[in-house]
């Protein structure tokens, strides 16, 4: 498999643009998580979803970030418009959750590093 | 809501020795407990994982153990070697909800 893949893996925008995140989790898995991580505040999780529900979505900090699954294999997180303050890396991780509280590892991706200038 | 903390955010030690890391959480009603390691540039790699109903798990060179009760969890390195340098996080699922809270991390050197 050829795990949770993300693109771009690097992306440098100006302030004001729309910004599209891609997430494909590893085939079968039912669970699929966007983060986002900086210095100052670590590893934060934005959204989840189960089955391609959205589940928990406290995590979204404004109503700039929207994220979508349309089905299993894909996933986008969009801010519209972007700020200098989103600068950070964005991963997605994804999982298979066997029953509501199963045991699962999460498998993350690379990663998307943003800068917005 | 769930706060995890990891303690020392860095470390540094030479080639050969053992260390622990350290990982603390506010609350004990955890289903699952996992470490992960973060190399520079890179995603997050699971190491281990520890159900809430176990008190440790072995993976190689690698030891975590999970005290509940006092919130805490330690991952034991033994014979660090150069290339166990990176990042390790913990993370912790609560019984509701399929997400971790995840530490801020500590960051391992080992000198050659």
């Known amino acids: 498999d050829a795990g949770v893949i993300q693109s771009p893996r690097h992306e440098v925008t100006e302030m004001g643009q729309e910004v599209t995140l891609r997430c494909k989790p590893i085939?079968?898995?039912?669970?699929l998580f966007w983060y986002r991580q900086t210095m100052m505040r670590g590893l934060e999780l934005l959204i989840y979803?189960?089955?391609?529900?959205?589940?928990?979505d406290s995590g979204m900090p404004e109503d700039r970030f929207s994220a979508k699954m349309p089905n299993a294999s894909f996933s986008t997180l969009k801010i519209q418009p972007s700020e200098p303050r989103d600068s950070a890396v964005y991963f997605c991780?994804?999982?298979?959750?066997?029953?509501?509280?199963?045991?699962?590892?999460?498998?993350f991706g690379p990663g998307t590093r943003l800068l917005v200038l | 809501k769930q706060e995890v903390t990891q303690i020392p955010a860095a470390l540094s030690v030479p080639e050969g020795e053992n260390l622990v890391l350290n990982c603390s959480f506010t609350?004990?009603?955890?289903?699952?407990l996992q470490w992960f390691r973060q190399d520079p540039g890179k995603g997050l790699t699971s190491l281990l994982l520890i159900q809430s109903s176990q008190r440790e798990q072995t993976s190689g060179r690698l030891n975590a153990s999970l005290d509940k009760s006092s919130g805490r969890s330690t991952l034991y390195i033994a014979a660090s070697q150069p290339g166990d340098s990176a990042t390790y996080l913990c993370?912790?699922?609560?019984?509701?909800?399929?997400?971790?809270?995840f530490g801020t991390g500590t960051s391992l050197t080992v000198i050659p």
């Open positions: 609350d004990s009603a955890i289903y699952n």
């Open positions: 085939s079968g898995h039912n669970s």
């Open positions: 979803f189960n089955n391609n529900v959205p589940i928990d």
């Open positions: 993370a912790v699922r609560p019984y509701t909800g399929n997400q971790f809270y």
């Open positions: 991780a994804s999982s298979l959750a066997l029953m509501m509280w199963g045991v699962e590892t999460q498998y």
